[in-house]
């Protein structure tokens, strides 16, 4: 489910196994065919599963990575994998949890393609009142912290459901999750992380420091018009994709340029915006150090790494 360009099915692929991408975005679903992988571009529900059954389309494994908070009708596209699966089938989920976005005041992981953001409680209500059960959990660093959640059909399913499940579900509840005050006082959390960086940006500029970004992603958008972040702060964000390249962040209407920029340029300051790799990118950029520039971070607190 939302199989992308086919990245991840391209090696399913390679081990002779019969595969099917849901892909709805055109570009991408062509990008998949291009390597050869079948691809439906569709969104996918209850009533496209009966019709791939139909077509005996069941299946052994049905992968769902990042999408299930931008589905609107989460419990028909929840109910398709009961729909779809073998008797035996497993379906896997991989989603960013929301005890991560609130301790760490990932507010800016926040906007409009999200429907939703889950707790593992509510994931597993939401499974279990549409035939689905959990039977493992396991915790990822990627998106800032992120779910993988195993589930079999209540009916049919044979897998033991293991300790992982009751642990996670036992730490959200101490953590205080089904409360509505562990999510009060989050909007003054974000109005310090906005404050700091635009009080560190302003000063930088009044001493005369150049400064950049780095990474055009998504996150960046709800950080920087949250903050009305403009040129006049940042001159440029550097991304490596070329798809971007060229364009504007938008809303801020930063310029895009490609990560040759920042030799180029040599800002004093580059602020990294997809925090979640930022080890990843300080070490594809060290070169920055030749002219002393120094990368910054500004979630959950800021950062300075020199």
Known sequence: MASNDGYLLQY?????????????????????????????????????????????KQADLMIANN?????PDI????????????????????FPHLMHLIDQKQFDTIY??????????????????????VFDVEELETHGGSLRVFAQRSDTGTYPIRQSVSKLLDRETEAGMRNASYYQGFQEKANKVKNDLLIFLINA??????????????????????AGIKPDLINFVCDASPSKQGKFLPGSRIPILPPEALRENKP????IIPWNIATEIIQQHAYVREWDGIFIIAVPELQIIR
């Open 12 to 56: 399913i692929k390679q081990r002779n196994i019969p595969c099917l991408g849901i892909e709805p975005t055109a570009s991408t679903a062509s990008a998949a065919r291009q390597k050869g992988i079948e691809t439906l571009e569709e969104f996918f529900g209850i009533n496209m599963a009966e019709r791939l059954i139909k077509e005996g």
């Open 67 to 71: 999408v299930l908070a931008h589905v």
């Open 75 to 94: 419990n028909d596209f929840v109910k398709g994998f009961v729909n779809l699966l073998k008797p035996q089938g497993i379906a896997t989920f991989e």
């Open 112 to 133: 409009h393609e999200h429907f939703s953001y889950l707790s593992f409680s509510t994931v597993n209500q939401i499974f279990k009142v549409n035939g689905l059960t």
């Open 205 to 226: 500029r009044n001493q005369g420091k150049t400064i950049a970004a780095y990474g055009a992603a998504a996150k960046g958008n709800t950080l920087f018009n949250y």
């Open 268 to 271: 004093d300051i580059i602020l």
